[in-house]
């Protein structure tokens, strides 16, 4: 029997705070793609994220992991790069090489060097005692670079004036640097850019607070 | 005066043992792209990175940096990405959506999951005494996954038989492995496509010892 997987509802697997997680209700909610969400604990019982169930869903025992089309998609930019391509609406993504190298770089000086140090299984090594000054350190350290690199970027938003995956980085770095008592002052380029996303209704829907595993919900 | 920046050698900013340098210089190889190669010594008197001539260069005081087409463009992926469209020759990431993730995922499994962890400021910052135990830890972590992640996708390389980017990303990280004692023997499927890319001149010549500011050259 030939199945149109695209009558069929996406699935998220998503935890409320993990930021890689926001970066794809971002990119979802950009595009307009309705979908199931599912909760995964990454903190009760050692991490739901590291059941059996979950490991055959995606092997890196990491959310955010996106079922649609019929195949299983992890990894956030992988999931964003797919959806730009698949969903043309709202581009996240510049077609001028040059362009998109620029917004890429932004991207990766988030996704590659700031996010992974400051993830949960990091700071769970780290242990209780140290995470906070350790959060706080790497985030500040990132910020102080990526400030640097946005002033020769930015317009409105990261890269120009138009919302790319840059800025679906962005936004859930700075919620961890406000989570992390890092001093926002240092940053007013950071700062700006982060305010004017987040009055987008896309970015507020795909909030942590807004979601259903949230407390705060 | 019109100046056809096609027509003056790309410049590219690296270290020898920097291995989102390799994954770059791997690409520019297979691409069959002529470059300047200027040394970075991220080592010595604190890290040339840090100078204030290559901070003008890269804000994010990060090598790799390659000056191409009268830019300057940091990030290793976000590097390849663009040649991967300039210099379509050996393409590095497949046409199609769908393969194009499973390519991603593979390469960010790397590039976000494991060699920012144990990239060298976080094991300066970590320290001598335990940065040994810091990098063999993170590196095992990340390989396990990442052998059952592949066991889905691989076929002679990373994703099938072509090299990808995700191929660009692994060789590095198990020379990385290597240097800190990993027990390559758990990860048979790993090392039998390092193996296999090893074998690729655009691989060898790229190596770590190869480069003008090794030791070993």
Not at 13 to 33: D, N, P, Q
Not at 45 to 58: C, I
Not at 190 to 198: G, K, T, V
Request: with cysteine; proline share 6%.
């Amino acid at each position: 029997m030939y199945i149109d997987y695209r009558l069929k509802q996406p699935i998220l697997y998503s935890y409320f705070r993990s930021s890689c997680s926001w970066r794809v209700r971002i990119a979802l909610a950009l595009k307009g793609i309705e979908y199931e969400y599912r909760p995964v604990n990454l903190i009760k019982a050692g991490g739901e994220q590291h059941s059996e169930n979950f490991k055959n869903l995606n092997p890196l025992e990491k959310v955010p992991a996106l079922v649609i089309n019929g195949h299983t998609l992890t990894q956030s930019l992988a999931i964003i790069n797919y959806l730009d391509e698949e969903y043309p609406q709202n581009k996240l993504l510049p077609v001028d090489p040059l362009m998109k190298a620029q917004v890429n770089i932004v991207a990766n000086a988030i996704a590659c060097d700031i996010q992974p140090i400051q993830n949960l299984v990091v700071l769970q090594y780290v242990g209780d005692e140290k995470k906070a000054e350790w959060g706080k350190y790497w985030i500040t350290k990132g910020f102080t670079g990526l400030e640097k690199l946005l002033s020769t970027t930015a317009g409105k938003y990261c890269v120009g004036d138009s919302v790319t995956v840059a800025d679906l980085c962005l936004v859930p770095q700075v919620y961890n640097a406000n989570r992390f008592k890092v001093d926002m002052a240092e940053f007013p380029l950071i700062s700006r850019i982060n305010q004017a996303l987040c009055q987008l209704e896309a970015f507020q829907i795909s909030h942590p607070d807004n979601q259903p595993d949230s407390p705060q919900h």
